[in-house]
């Protein structure tokens, strides 16, 4: 059979990503020998890139039956969808910009396929299948969650006692989150603002509303791009840390009048909402790089624009009463993902090895041995992951001597 065109475009970039996933790729060569996922029929709901592809291709190789659809209506590359089904023969089901109608229909297509592991990032899956699709539920060995907000659905859910099975917390790995949510997002947010926009950086008043992980690595790197950054936060200690670390921390009120960009990265809900639409200025550009477009608050918004309309590809132009113009990047939703391509590989190389390990694991265990709990990453994936990378970069770390090894675990050694 011939490939299409748009599958060969995905394959040679899901190589180039493969490229500099080493750390993924070393588990997917062992894998091949080992098989440790023989026979386990994997369902995953992740942002459909290059580098999931990886992931999923690792998967595979381990022996798993894998089925994928989409984290997010906006993020699919459709060329990476299209080699996941021709070239790799991995059940993909995703289209970018699908309806929600759609989104659901291919998380229900991934269910269909009866999995045993479920992967997802958001817990889209999780939901539906606590929802709509309980009748699948005694399939399950375990699953696992990609991001922050999903985590948080889901540790409400493990106190409500509603979760039916366990889940690795892979967001909480310090392999992860130190590394993608902070330097990823902080790239990956800027690069869609960016590529939507093409704004100089450099002299802007950059407003980042939230100053978790991934607030940091925006604020960090709109700084080094030239930016005079503000910070936005509820958290009195996030709040005093963004002090510290040399940025104008206000209230989202005053930030508004005088910020020429903003990015939400908070996980929360209308953190930018009518009384700030109204007192920003005219041109303000506002991206949302936080899991789900519920951030900015685009009803009210709606509710005070005169006219909308598309200005240039993942820009639209909210023109107000008074005349001003409010430009929202990517509909609200993740513009790293919707208006650029993700987290580079060499980041998401960490988060996925963690995928990888953390489902093996998963496999490894009696079932029913795990409670209806959210774990975290075991340690020894982590320091494995943070160990594998370095070696891939070809750093050398220290090795204590015993009488070093000592000293930490001793307290009797004064002065
Ligand atoms: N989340 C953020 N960036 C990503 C990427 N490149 N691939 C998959 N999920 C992501």
New binding site residues.
């Given amino acids: 059979m011939s490939l299409s065109e748009l599958a060969r475009e995905g394959e040679r970039r899901i190589l180039w990503a493969d490229r500099h996933m080493p750390v993924l790729t070393g588990i997917r060569e062992r894998w091949s020998e080992e098989k440790p996922l023989a026979g386990i029929r994997i369902g995953a709901c ?2 459909v ?1 290059t ?2 592809a990886n992931l999923m291709r690792t998967l595979k190789a381990g022996g798993a039956e894998v089925a994928l659809c989409a984290s997010n209506p906006l993020s699919t590359q459709d060329d990476v969808a299209a080699a996941l089904n021709e070239v790799y023969d991995i059940p993909t089901y995703a289209v970018r910009g699908e309806d929600n109608q759609t989104y659901y229909h291919h998380i229900n297509q991934v269910l269909d396929t009866r999995p045993a592991i479920t992967m997802d ?1 958001g817990a889209d899956l999780v939901n539906t299948l606590h929802g709509k699709r309980r009748e699948l539920l005694e399939n399950i060995l375990g699953g696992t969650e990609e991001t922050t907000t999903g985590v948080i659905r889901l540790r409400a859910m493990e106190k409500e006692e509603v979760l039916q099975y366990p889940i690795v917390a892979v967001n909480e790995a310090l392999t992860k989150h130190m590394f993608d949510n902070r330097y ?1 997002t902080g790239q ?1 947010a800027l690069d869609g603002i960016l590529r939507a926009t093409n704004y100089l950086i450099a002299g802007s008043t950059l407003v980042v509303v939230g100053y978790g992980w991934c607030g940091k690595g925006v604020a960090s790197r709109a700084k080094g791009m030239g930016a005079n950054v503000i910070v936005v936060e509820a958290d009195p200690l996030r709040a005093l840390e963004a002090v510290m670390d040399g940025y104008w921390v206000t209230s989202m009120v005053k930030a508004s009048t005088v910020g020429q960009i903003f990015v939400t990265v908070t996980g929360d809900k209308h953190v930018i909402d009518r009384q700030h639409f109204e007192r920003m200025r005219d041109g303000a550009i506002v991206a949302n790089s936080g899991h789900f477009d519920v951030e900015l608050n685009l009803d009210a918004l709606r509710e005070m624009a005169v006219e909308v309309k598309e200005v240039r590809e993942n820009v639209e132009e909210y023109r107000l009463q008074d005349g001003r113009r409010i430009f929202v990047l990517a509909q609200g939703r993740l513009v ?2 919707a208006a650029a ?3 580079p590989a060499q980041v ?1 190389d960490m988060s996925f090895a963690n995928q990888a390990l953390s489902v093996a694991w998963l496999a490894g265990q009696p079932r029913g041995s795990l409670g209806k709990q959210v774990f975290p990453v075991p340690e020894e994936i982590d320091r494995e992951v943070a160990r594998l990378k370095l070696a891939s970069l070809q750093i050398e770390i220290e090795d204590l001597t015993a009488e070093q090894e000592k000293y930490l675990t001793s307290f009797d050694l004064g002065t």
């Fill in positions: 992740l942002h890139t580098e999931t990032d990823g990956s790293n993902l391509e993700g987290h998401m």
